[in-house]
């Protein structure tokens, strides 16, 4: 294995002034340069940084064909002193370890993956928004790169960092957003992939999103595949209720992606003294909560999002609709702490931030 030694090759030209930092729309401009680092006969070879733009990639290539790939998200934050914030660097390394185990592919070393992301963000620092609830979104990828049509593990990987400024995820901002059940359609199974950051998962949840879309809703609320009664997560966040004071969301059974900002949820939750309950629950026992005033909020928890309350839950013709306007106290508390945090502005208890 090659030593994190990088060679870097600067852009001779920026696109940052063409970016209106005031109106970002999530995912659609890019930074300078990008990082890149090859896979080839057992082991991984020099790191580069250059310039953004297209990479090689053949009609054969077994990506293309079978979907041998992984991806994370994370972001990177402003300190009002200009310090830039990557935020939970570790465990998003962690959880990409994890979800390239899962689908076969030899995980990027720790060192080419972190100094790897700090490298490049420190080159291309003035794409991080100065604007609170702004960000500079993190996009590591890996993907099999034989060319190949025959069906098995690859034995060559391309594995490509890129980054972007980014504003809300949501077009409602911090607004409450509108859930539909789809029971027709399911996202995971027991023994699946649903708990590793994939892009099948994604491409599966389209058809059901854009349907969900097309009837005036924001996202699609996940039923589980067995049953189709037990609430598990919403297309791009973990799920979050308050019922009668008490912080309920689904457990983590396999099926479910462990978000990032839902564990600092969690871990704050605790902080705060507030019981934390993490067990299944059904869309029927929702409806009945809602009707007997014991559910008072629900909200969504995300990398892309940090915190999105719900306001209004249809299923099968029954509704919920609650703080349809704003968001909720108990959600609002872990928003404010969270992009506190993010930039500086409330010491880092948990050493979530990593500094450059």
Known sequence: MAQYSPEIERSHITRLPDVNFDNLVFGEQFSDHQYELLYHEDTWGSPRIIPYGPIPVFPAVTTLHYGQAVFEGMKAFRYRDGRINIFRLEDHYNRFVRSCERLCIPPVPRPFFVEGIKTLIDIDREWVPRSKYKSLYIRPIVFASDQTLG???SRSYRFHILCGPVGDYYSEGIKPIRLTTMPQYVRAVQGGVGDVKVPGNYAASLKPTLEAQEKGYTQVLWLDAREHRFVE????????FVIDDVLVTPPLNGTILPGITRSCVLELALLKGLRVDERPVSIDELIGLHGSGSLSEIFGSGTAAVISPVGHIHHQGRT???????MGPVARWFYDQITAVHHGEIPDEKSWCTII
């Open 151 to 153: 069906l098995r593990r």
């Open 233 to 240: 997560e919403v297309g791009s966040m973990n799920i979050f």
């Open 320 to 326: 919920i609709t609650i703080l349809s306007k704003e």
